[in-house]
C-alpha cells in the first residue's frame, strides 16, 4: 500500500516537534495563583492578552503533573503559534494524538494529557476538540488562547458543560511584589515599615506594568517590549484575523482609545473624529472595539441601569489591560495618574469577576464603579489619586453618597494615593484607601501575607 506523501510529511513534522519537547526541561517557573482544575474530565481552556503568561501557567501544570509521578511520555505541549508548523493545513491535530501514541507506545489505555497553545490558529479547532471528548478517546485537553471567541457563544454552545475556562492575565500587583522576593502582611502593613518600600515598587509597577517579561527583566526595555507587543496584538490576532481593510486607521483607533481610556465615549463620537481621514460608519467603529476586546487589549463597561436599551444607549468607558502598555504605547499619559490609578482599579474589578459598570445620577455626579453579583450591586468605588482640594473632595463624596442611597448601600470606597481613613457622612460609611494597598487587600485569588522567598505565611 503506498502511503500518502503529505501525510508522510505531517508525521514527520509531528514527530520532530513531539520529539523536541520531550527531550526538553522545562524552564524556571515563577508560580502564578490562577486556578485550573485539571482532575475533572472537561476541556480546561486558558484565556488571555498575547504575553500575559498563558504558556508558562501551562508549564505550571505539566510541572504539577510530574510531580504527581505522571510520565512525561503521557503529556504533551504543543504549540500552534510555532512558525515551523505554519501554515496549518487541518489534519496535524487529526493526526497529533496517533503519531503521539506510536512515538512512545502508549495505548488507548494509558491517559494522556494534550496541552494545545494558542488554539485559535487551527481553523475549525472547537470541531476537533467535541469529537476527542464525544469519543472519550482517554485524552485530557487543556488549550490557551489569546482571542475572546473561545469564549464566544457560539462555541461555548458547541462545547456545552464540556469545558472550564481560566482567564490571566499579566501579573498583579502582588504577583510583582513575589517575583521581586518582597515580604508582607496585610495585616499590620498599615503601620510597618515595609510600606515604604512596597509604595515605592508601586510606583515602578504602576510605570512599567504587569507582563511578565517586563517583569522578570527588569533591565530591559520595557517600552520598546511593550510597544512590539502591542503591535503584535494589532496585525496579528486583528488585522490578519480579521482582515481589517485599514491598518493605519484600525491602530490609530486603538492608540486614540488607549490614552483616552476612562472617558467616556460613544461609538458615534469615535467616528467623528476619523471622518476626515476615513469614511468609516458607526458599525465600523463597533466592529473594530470588538475587536480589540476580543484580542483582551480593552474593555467597554457601560452606565448602570436596569434597563439594558439606557445602558446601550448612554456613553462607554474603555479600560486598558495594563498600565505599561498604556504609558508606553499612548500620548504622554504616564503623568495622568488618575486615569492610570483608576485603569488599575479597573484591572483588579475584572480579576474578580463582578460585573463592572459606572453609574451617573441626574444631577451629574458620578461614581467609577459599581460591581454587582447576580442582580445585586454589592461594591460602589470612586478612584481620586488627591483629594487635598475641599471641593474635588467634595465631589467625590457627593457622587459616591448619591450612588449609596439609589443602591442603597450603607458603604463605600474612595481610593487614593496614600490616605487611611473612615468616616460617616449622612449615615453612611465611607473608607479611604491608598490604590497600592487597596490591589493587596482586594485581589481575587491572592495572597494576604507573603513570606520573603514568596511563599504564603
Keep these: 500500500m503506498q502511503t500518502n506523501p503529505y501525510i508522510m510529511d505531517t508525521r514527520n513534522k509531528l514527530k520532530t516537534t513531539i520529539i523536541e519537547w520531550q527531550e526538553s526541561e522545562l524552564p524556571e517557573l515563577h508560580k502564578r495563583k490562577s486556578r485550573a482544575n485539571i482532575d475533572l474530565p472537561h476541556i480546561n481552556d486558558i484565556v488571555g492578552v498575547r504575553r500575559c503568561g498563558k504558556t508558562y501557567y501551562m508549564y505550571q501544570l505539566i510541572s504539577a503533573l510530574l510531580n504527581e509521578g505522571v510520565p512525561k511520555s503521557h503529556i504533551l505541549y504543543f504549540n500552534l503559534d510555532d512558525d515551523r508548523l505554519q501554515p496549518l493545513n487541518g489534519d496535524e491535530l487529526a493526526l497529533l494524538i496517533d503519531t503521539f501514541r506510536e512515538l512512545y507506545g502508549t495505548s ?3 491517559k494522556l494529557y494534550l496541552f494545545l497553545d494558542e ?3 487551527f481553523p475549525g479547532w472547537e470541531n476537533w476538540l467535541k469529537g476527542i471528548y464525544d469519543r472519550k478517546k482517554n485524552v485530557k485537553i487543556i488549550i490557551s488562547g489569546s482571542n475572546a471567541s ?5 462555541i461555548s454552545s458547541r462545547l456545552t458543560g464540556r469545558h472550564l475556562t481560566t482567564r490571566m492575565f499579566p501579573f498583579s500587583f502582588t504577583e510583582f511584589l513575589r517575583c521581586r ?3 508582607f502582611n496585610i495585616k499590620t502593613l498599615q503601620f510597618s515599615e515595609k510600606k515604604i518600600e512596597i509604595k515605592r515598587k508601586f510606583n515602578e509597577y504602576m510605570g512599567r506594568g504587569g507582563f511578565p517579561e517586563v517583569i522578570l ?3 530591559i526595555d520595557h517600552r520598546e517590549l511593550l510597544q512590539s507587543y502591542f503591535d503584535d496584538i494589532i496585525y496579528r490576532d486583528i488585522v490578519s484575523r480579521h482582515k481589517v481593510r485599514n491598518p493605519k486607521i484600525f491602530k490609530a483607533l486603538a492608540l486614540f482609545c488607549i490614552s483616552n481610556i476612562a472617558k467616556p465615549h460613544t461609538y458615534n463620537s469615535l467616528r467623528k473624529l476619523f471622518s476626515g481621514y476615513t469614511s468609516l460608519s458607526t458599525d465600523a467603529i463597533i466592529n473594530y472595539i470588538s475587536y480589540l476586546e476580543d484580542a483582551f487589549l480593552l474593555f467597554t463597561i457601560n452606565h448602570y441601569d436596569v434597563s439594558v436599551k439606557k445602558q446601550i444607549n448612554k456613553p462607554k468607558k474603555l479600560y486598558c489591560i495594563d498600565p505599561g502598555m498604556i504609558n508606553a504605547v499612548s500620548f504622554r499619559f504616564s503623568d495622568d ?3 492610570l490609578y483608576e485603569n488599575l482599579v479597573f484591572i483588579q474589578l475584572l480579576r474578580s469577576g463582578e460585573e463592572i459598570y459606572y453609574w451617573q445620577d441626574k ?7 459599581v460591581t454587582k453579583v447576580g442582580l445585586d450591586p454589592i461594591r460602589l468605588i470612586q478612584v481620586c489619586v488627591d483629594l487635598s482640594d475641599p471641593k474635588t473632595k467634595e465631589r467625590e463624596i457627593n457622587g459616591l453618597i448619591s450612588a449609596m442611597e439609589h443602591f442603597d448601600l450603607q458603604e463605600g470606597t474612595i481610593i487614593t494615593s496614600d490616605v487611611f481613613d473612615q468616616e460617616n457622612v449622612a449615615g453612611r460609611k465611607i473608607n479611604y484607601l491608598p490604590l497600592w494597598y487597596w490591589l493587596l487587600k482586594n485581589g481575587s485569588s491572592e495572597y494576604s501575607c507573603l513570606a520573603a522567598d514568596g511563599s504564603q505565611c
Excluded at 473561545?150 to 457560539?154: G, R, T
Design 108 to 110: 488507548e489505555k494509558d
Design 119 to 121: 488554539i485559535q490558529n
Design 150 to 154: 473561545i469564549l464566544s457563544d457560539d
Design 181 to 183: 522576593k518582597i515580604s
Design 217 to 219: 527583566n527588569p533591565t
Design 337 to 339: 495618574f488618575g486615569r
Design 363 to 369: 444631577k451629574g455626579l458620578e461614581v467609577d464603579f
